[in-house]
């Protein structure tokens, strides 16, 4: 059955606000659409007791909008006979529709779809509030999606600055995978070190999840030999397989892929190789991250699945027809914050993958239904950035700017470094300051398979955050002339239950010794008092240097102290030792443990001795005159006197120095120095 077709009104492109273009009187007794093109499904569509006939007929009298909703209520399956509630509304927040509906069985059925036409060069103009999209061939390792990669690839290394800025020609990565064999016929591979290729060589880079599956391909000191001769393809997992035959297809000769071109079992190996991902990212011509699959046995490429995108109707203007296309939304393609994942994109929550995506200056990620493209300058994928018509700023792609944080973010604080005198400050800029701290926020989020990697996996951003801050130390995550706002740092309300992991994976003092999300607490630059004086700091690390994994580390602080006793949960106390008279509360007062350490019992007579270390005093807040007191929440340790473990961190509230309670801390507290470790 051919596509039925929609009759736009001659006038449609008229973009005076208040001009309706509908034929019929308005607004639509149905669909309640005011007859303006930017109104469409702006008002939502909502239901009761109709069918898709009604809509038919009201669309054949002349309203758009109904002609369009009855297409949408049959493309997501809803029959004849329907006679229910419906919702019909463009998405909050993206260029989507959202459909909701109950089905046979009374339960809510929500779907978002994308609406397009073709984009085509020949058309004599565009259809004013529906955008114009590229058809996706649904299987990326068509000819149609390689042609598009190159093409991205091209454009970006060729007109694009910004992305041009990092990486070095020099950079050779000790070991790369050649895919060019001498035979067309032969696709066994071979692993070359740092010797047999030439400096500058081009590859390609991989990012993916290993999963839990075994990889027999992995190259160990016992069988390294075998693979600088050959790695039979057989061996390869389905992920290596295509991610090489995508290399082949962009004429590239080498890969990087971390299980073969780093020597597993060899912590020596690990740990040089382990200070190199910057490098090794920075330098590769694209990364391809592989979106869909939790393991390196599920592939890169896909085929999706028939109707992923399906002609409904021919919209007629002016006696030119467009094609009007309906496909399911995918939106966590498009944006890449936490809170928009999705199960179909494990790559997204694994914490290595975090900076692999950020410091490559590009990536094409494969999805489970488009190859996707981000950079510096730019975010795209295969069904077009078209999709501008949801926004009042047609002449931008608005909806596309947000979804590339925080890459584009980092490609600006790349940008910025490149500025002479950067790196010479004494002291930090309280954007660069905020830049480190909304990077580690983001990190701790993601998940870890070895809890020791805390700060590997971050140690690429941290050597480019070093270049803008190198004249000082970078200390378990922590910076030199920054470190009492560094030391803000509060473990998220549902995970600081979590113990903190064995072995220690940083000192106490640091956000990286615990398992969880931390968060920062903003440290006003002006009206902010630091209370705490820096006496000493030290770290000691393993062979990957300062960057690398942390053997131990000592904090000394000199500050106005606090013996204390902890006591009761919900709310939590805290106490003067002696006398037992309760200073804070969390009926006025932000108590956050950083980990199960600070073991909040509800028997009120058990009791945890510990120490509160005054850290700061602010007057100003987010431009806001309040007084707010901060406190470091510590443990005695087993090490000796005055030395410490940090287990929680404190934020008063205004009413704090107000109260009784603060003169209670006055009176009682002493200047002291505490080494934490």
């Known amino acids: 059955m051919l596509p039925s077709d929609i009759i736009l009104p001659e006038d449609w492109n008229i973009k005076l606000s208040k001009t309706p273009v509908s034929s019929k009187p308005l607004p639509c007794s149905l669909c309640k659409w005011s007859g303006r093109p930017r109104d469409l499904f702006v008002q939502p569509i909502v239901t009761i007791a109709r069918r898709i006939t009604d809509f038919r007929t009201s669309g054949t009298a002349g309203c758009t909008s109904c002609a369009i909703c009855a297409k949408i209520l049959e493309y997501v399956g809803i029959s004849e006979q329907w006679n229910d509630w419906a919702h019909v509304s463009k998405h909050p927040t993206a260029p989507h529709i959202r459909v909701s509906w109950n089905d046979r069985s009374r339960s809510n059925v929500q779907v978002d779809l994308s609406m397009y036409y073709p984009q085509d060069q020949n058309r004599p103009r565009a259809i004013e509030a529906i955008p114009a999209a590229s058809l996706m061939s649904g299987d990326t390792t068509s000819l149609q999606t390689m042609q598009w990669a190159k093409m991205k690839l091209l454009e970006c290394m060729s007109s694009h600055a910004d992305c041009l800025k990092s990486g070095t020609t020099q950079f050779k990565p000790t070991r790369l995978i050649r895919v060019r064999s001498p035979s067309d016929y032969d696709k066994d591979v071979v692993l070359m070190d740092k010797e047999d290729f030439p400096t500058g060589s081009a590859y390609v880079a991989l990012s993916h999840c290993w999963g839990k599956k075994p990889i027999h391909c992995i190259t160990t000191r016992s069988n390294i030999s075998d693979q600088m001769r050959c790695i039979p393809w057989q061996t390869l997992t389905r992920t290596f397989q295509d991610a090489i035959t995508f290399t082949r297809g962009l004429g590239i000769q080498y890969i990087w892929i971390d299980s073969i071109c780093i020597i597993q079992g060899d912590a020596d190996d690990w740990e040089k190789e382990s200070t190199k991902m910057l490098s090794v990212y920075e330098n590769a011509d694209v990364t391809l991250a592989g979106v869909y699959s939790g393991d390196s046995s599920g592939g890169l490429f896909s085929r999706a699945e028939q109707g992923l995108q399906k002609q409904v109707a021919n919209l007629v203007h002016l006696g030119n027809k467009y094609p009007l296309y309906l496909r399911q939304s995918h939106r966590f393609f498009h944006d890449w914050r936490t809170k928009h994942l999705s199960d179909a994109s494990p790559l997204f929550t694994r914490a290595w993958t975090f900076q692999e995506r950020l410091v490559s200056p590009r990536v094409l990620f494969f999805t489970e239904y488009e190859l996707l493209w981000e950079c510096f300058t730019s975010v795209d994928c295969e069904c077009g950035k078209g999709l501008v018509g949801w ?47 909304n990077m580690v926020a983001r990190y701790s989020r993601f998940d870890l398979t070895v809890a020791t990697d805390r700060l590997p996996g971050i140690a690429a951003i941290a050597e480019i955050v070093h270049r803008k801050r190198s004249g000082e130390k970078y200390l378990a995550g922590i910076w030199s002339n920054s470190l009492i706002d560094d030391l803000h740092w509060k473990t998220d309300a549902l995970q600081y239950f979590l113990p903190r992991p064995i072995p220690a994976t940083a000192p106490s003092w640091s956000w990286a010794s615990v398992s969880g999300a931390v968060v920062f607490e903003k440290v006003a630059k002006e009206g902010c008092d630091r209370l705490i004086e820096v006496l000493d700091i030290h770290c000691e690390h393993t062979k990957g240097g300062a960057f690398g994994r942390v053997l131990s580390g000592r904090l000394i602080l000199r500050g106005r102290a606090l013996p204390c006793r902890i006591r009761g949960r919900y709310p939590t106390k805290i106490c003067t030792a002696t006398p037992d008279s309760v200073i804070l509360e969390d009926d006025w007062h932000s108590i956050f443990p950083d980990c199960a350490d600070l073991r909040q019992e509800p028997d009120e007579s058990i009791q945890q001795e510990a120490l509160l270390l005054e850290t700061t005093r602010s007057f100003q807040v987010d431009n806001i005159w309040l007084s707010r007191y901060t406190f470091l929440v510590l443990s005695p340790s087993s090490c000796g006197d005055d030395t410490y473990s940090r287990i929680g961190y404190v934020s008063t509230a205004t009413e704090f120095m107000r109260s009784e309670r603060y003169k209670l801390f006055e009176d009682f507290c002493v200047t002291r120095e505490c080494t934490i470790i």
């Open 391 to 437: 926004k009042e700023n047609d002449d931008e792609d608005m909806w596309l700017k947000e979804p590339i944080l925080p890459k584009k973010e980092f490609g600006g604080f790349i940008n910025a470094i490149q500025d002479p005198g950067a790196g010479e400050k004494d002291t930090p800029d309280r954007e660069t300051v905020s830049f480190w701290h």
